[in-house]
């Protein structure tokens, strides 16, 4: 009957200091989304198991899933992401109009050893756009992801956007022999290059992917899409050709954390086209801090007719820790009360709490004593919480409708009648809420 | 491979629209909230079993739990509610300043059958004040949801709010000669009274309850503190006394919604004190739109110093079912962009991408057409999209870094530099975001 005082470990428990930091955050995101016309949703963290079956791949689902069976029999899993469940959605209302820009802020979960940045419950920022397959609406996801993170106060060169493209990987892989059945494999290798040991990897990739595994490293090496290598083996006129505007789109935007990467594969088996990451240049946040790519195939398996998406998932929390090293904190609220409402003794508690309703009705924030200790005491906690009016309520207040205010920037003292005080604080405080 | 478009049964789906109603009631709470001084928190969806299993009451841990085993071995459980998870986070933080006002929108988890207000995923407000036990505190909570009621719109007399008090039953229920291992059961009774037909419940009260049933009943009818049947049955100078000084001090706050009724008893083993439910006078929602109470020994369950609680839970979907009813529509964010960004052809899509981020960089919002079509298709998007202007980019905008806006409420069209054009902008719409 004493159960632990710690939560189950990798959970998200937030505190109020900790909570103020994350909505700051989140304030930025929704702003910058918002000003591209983003619409926010949100969906079910228990979902049927075949919806991740069908498309995350099956490492996230079988082997990192919270899994298990409802009192109903059904298997059911704790969303490890939130797009399969998006692709539902847009699915389930075939009148939205196109293209959609669409966010949310899911929890997810993943059963994984916790560690630094690496959590089992964890706060994702989802930005897709459904409906179009233009390069814009992938320049336009980079460019929201440019300015949250510019908006946060990210200096230039601290993070980097990595772009490559599974349709360029396809081409590459073709040429080099690969069966189209492999290229998935292939994927999954050179997404695993950064998160192993250089030999260790090799001896890996030589085992998977036999002569081809020096070719493979030699295309993941690729950071310039002038690349010699690459052209010669890249498709004439295609997915090369494509890159090149992406990058003139992504200039347009004023993008300039951007660049090829062919080093960059993601996980997920759903992406079609553009795939991305954001990572900490300064290397001491190794996970990448964001994931996204395009996914023309994944609506299409509800029925109904295909609809092209592409968007990203961005880690609240890896966020955070990135800017903490950065030394950069994004304030949330204050947490300050305008007005610290102070009761001589229990009889004027009925006047100090009409008051108090009185200061609030003018848009300020009262933190009201429910104690009527000593005025001193009373005073101190005042000013600990960083009030910056203390009203109190005595007998003689009490009896006129009165309230005395002290200023606690250091100013004086004086006892107004309520409405006079009331004029006094909003002329003074403006409407902080 | 083809998953249902349907989510599972009573999960929680929000397409755009809906979520900007909630987010709009959630944006009138949390400003109510601040001007208290509560401050934000958050917790788990995943706890220990045992967390729950000590002071919940079994009914909705053992029968109504998203219960499973995870790939550790622990009996875990989706949270039902969220008041334990706040005493855990409580007791393990000491160094916390008391009182501590504490919100939170924990999105819950109950196995019930879904029905119109009832489903198995739902999100709450809960908004607690710990650390004290004065009364004040207990009339603050209900001057928040009040506030809140108020400041969502709903008339006087659409709702009530109905208080009782675990004392007082105790105080009662021993005058009746029940013995106080029995007062939990007769409690529990007391809360069914409103889910049964009376005739079940009368019947199913008596095989409980003994001849006692009847006088439980009548207690369970008092609706006036000066009933007289009341007070000869609760302890002299006791609750009754207490909640008299209660009453005062919710007139005193300014909450007309607040009246007595023993009726009110509360599922959760936790409360000590005051209980509450806020109701929907207008019958077409008949589960409580809110729920709270004081539990002054929850705290102290997890080792440590014992702190007293007072707190509710009202739920998002009920509070947004009952203001449909009343007609009552919370706006929630527009969802219109100030300028819709046309573009002539992809060669002039740069230009478009570029003026587009210039725009957003003035505080506006701005809705980019990622295709290329016929101009007169991308106006009527821009109209059917509620743009207050039309941005064209065209090859001669382009050449000269300028572009065309169109007044889409009727007025005319002009093309002028950029420059010009933001500040044009900025001058009639403002920084609206």
């Given at each position: 009957m004493n159960p632990a005082v710690k939560p189950l470990a990798g959970m998200r428990q937030l505190y109020p200091d900790a909570m103020a930091v994350e909505e700051g955050i989140a304030a930025v995101i929704r702003r910058v989304a918002l000003s591209y016309g983003f619409e926010e949703y949100d969906g079910p963290v228990i979902e049927p198991l075949e919806l991740f079956l069908a498309k995350s791949g099956s490492e996230l689902v079988m082997e990192q899933s919270y899994r298990f069976t409802d009192r109903g029999g059904r298997?059911?899993?704790?969303?490890?992401?939130m797009t399969p469940t998006l692709a539902r959605m847009i699915a389930g209302a075939p009148d939205t109009p196109m293209p959609a820009r669409w966010?949310?802020?899911?929890?997810?979960?993943?059963?994984?050893?916790?560690?630094?940045?690496?959590?089992?419950?964890?706060?994702?920022?989802?930005?897709?756009?459904?409906?179009s397959d233009s390069l814009a609406a992938d320049?336009?996801?980079?460019?929201?992801?440019?300015?949250?993170?510019?908006?946060?106060?990210?200096?230039?060169?601290?993070?980097?956007?990595?772009?490559?493209?599974?349709?360029?990987?396809?081409?590459?892989?073709?040429?080099?022999?690969?069966?189209?059945?492999?290229?998935?494999?292939?994927?999954?290798?050179?997404?695993?290059?950064?998160?192993?040991?250089?030999?260790?990897?090799?001896?890996?990739?030589?085992?998977?992917?036999?002569?081809a595994a020096e070719a493979v490293e030699r295309f993941s090496c690729c950071s310039s899409l002038d690349d010699g290598w690459l052209a010669e083996r890249a498709a004439p006129g295609g997915e090369l050709e494509r890159l090149r505007e992406f990058g003139g789109l992504l200039g347009a935007a004023g993008v300039a954390s951007a660049s090829f990467d062919a080093g960059i594969a993601r996980g997920?088996?759903?992406?079609?086209?553009?795939?991305?990451?954001?990572?900490?240049?300064?290397?001491?946040?190794?996970?990448?801090?964001?994931?996204?790519?395009?996914?023309d195939n994944l609506v299409g398996i509800f029925g109904g007719k295909p609809v092209p998406g592409v968007g990203f998932g961005l880690?609240?929390?890896?966020?955070?820790?990135?800017?903490?090293?950065?030394?950069?904190?994004?304030?949330?609220?204050?947490?300050?009360?305008?007005?610290?409402?102070?009761?001589?003794?229990?009889a004027e508690l009925p006047w100090a709490v009409e008051a108090a309703e009185a200061i609030r009705?003018?848009?300020?924030?009262?933190?009201?004593?429910?104690?009527?200790?000593?005025?001193?005491?009373?005073?101190r906690e005042a000013s600990r919480r960083g009030a910056s009016?203390?009203?109190?309520?005595?007998?003689?207040?009490?009896?006129?409708?009165?309230?005395?205010?002290?200023?606690?920037?250091?100013?004086g003292q004086m006892r107004l009648p309520l409405e006079k005080a009331l004029e006094f604080l909003e002329t003074r405080l403006g409407g902080s809420l």
């Amino acid at each position: 009957m004493n159960p632990a005082v710690k939560p189950l470990a990798g959970m998200r428990q937030l505190y109020p200091d900790a909570m103020a930091v994350e909505e700051g955050i989140a304030a930025v995101i929704r702003r910058v989304a918002l000003s591209y016309g983003f619409e926010e949703y949100d969906g079910p963290v228990i979902e049927p198991l075949e919806l991740f079956l069908a498309k995350s791949g099956s490492e996230l689902v079988m082997e990192q899933s919270y899994r298990f069976t409802d009192r109903g029999g059904r298997e059911v899993v704790l969303r490890p992401e939130m797009t399969p469940t998006l692709a539902r959605m847009i699915a389930g209302a075939p009148d939205t109009p196109m293209p959609a820009r669409w966010m949310s802020f899911p929890v997810c979960f993943r059963y994984e050893r916790p560690q630094r940045g690496r959590v089992r419950e964890f706060r994702q920022f989802n930005c897709d756009i459904l409906g179009s397959d233009s390069l814009a609406a992938d320049a336009e996801v980079i460019a929201v992801l440019d300015g949250i993170m510019r908006g946060l106060g990210a200096p230039p060169g601290s993070y980097s956007i990595r772009y490559s493209s599974r349709r360029l990987a396809s081409e590459v892989l073709t040429s080099l022999g690969l069966e189209s059945v492999m290229h998935q494999q292939a994927l999954a290798i050179i997404d695993r290059k950064s998160k192993l040991p250089a030999d260790e990897w090799r001896a890996w990739a030589s085992e998977r992917l036999g002569g081809a595994a020096e070719a493979v490293e030699r295309f993941s090496c690729c950071s310039s899409l002038d690349d010699g290598w690459l052209a010669e083996r890249a498709a004439p006129g295609g997915e090369l050709e494509r890159l090149r505007e992406f990058g003139g789109l992504l200039g347009a935007a004023g993008v300039a954390s951007a660049s090829f990467d062919a080093g960059i594969a993601r996980g997920l088996d759903y992406y079609t086209g553009i795939v991305f990451e954001l990572l900490d240049t300064g290397g001491q946040n190794r996970r990448a801090i964001c994931g996204g790519g395009r996914y023309d195939n994944l609506v299409g398996i509800f029925g109904g007719k295909p609809v092209p998406g592409v968007g990203f998932g961005l880690g609240m929390l890896t966020l955070r820790l990135f800017l903490e090293t950065l030394g950069l904190r994004v304030s949330g609220r204050s947490g300050r009360p305008d007005v610290f409402m102070a009761v001589f003794s229990p009889a004027e508690l009925p006047w100090a709490v009409e008051a108090a309703e009185a200061i609030r009705s003018r848009g300020l924030s009262v933190l009201a004593s429910l104690e009527c200790g000593k005025l001193s005491k009373q005073f101190r906690e005042a000013s600990r919480r960083g009030a910056s009016f203390t009203a109190v309520a005595g007998p003689e207040e009490a009896s006129e409708r009165s309230i005395t205010l002290k200023d606690m920037s250091g100013g004086g003292q004086m006892r107004l009648p309520l409405e006079k005080a009331l004029e006094f604080l909003e002329t003074r405080l403006g409407g902080s809420l």
